[in-house]
């Protein structure tokens, strides 16, 4: 037997702009990631607040150039390519440093 659970993802927005994995509550960039690209795919991204997801994926960048799973999070490449991801899809990649990120 197979249990289905069905979730919204605008409802997976938390008050700083990330997302939530789940009901639980676990935060990643990823997820955010995943949020953003699957309602930009459905044309539903004015469903969340981009502002503050924009901020939150700001908020993970580091002195590198690169992104964390979360703030203060030590850059990793699957983050980076979540978190430029996120941030190409919500039209905000004039906030990357492309040269210190490089």
Aim: hydrophobic share 40%.
């Amino acid at each position: 037997m197979h249990l289905l659970v069905k979730v919204d993802i605008v409802g997976l927005q938390n008050e700083d702009g990330s997302f939530s994995r789940d009901v639980w509550g676990e935060v990643d960039s990823r997820f955010s990631y995943i949020a953003i690209s699957r309602l930009s795919l459905l044309h539903q991204l004015e469903k969340i607040n981009v502002e503050k997801a924009v901020n939150y994926m700001l908020a993970a960048k580091n002195m590198d150039g690169g992104f964390g799973c979360t703030p203060a999070g030590g850059s990793r490449s699957g983050q980076i390519f979540c978190c430029v991801g996120a941030l190409a899809i919500m039209g905000s990649l004039h906030h990357i440093d492309k040269d210190l990120l490089g």
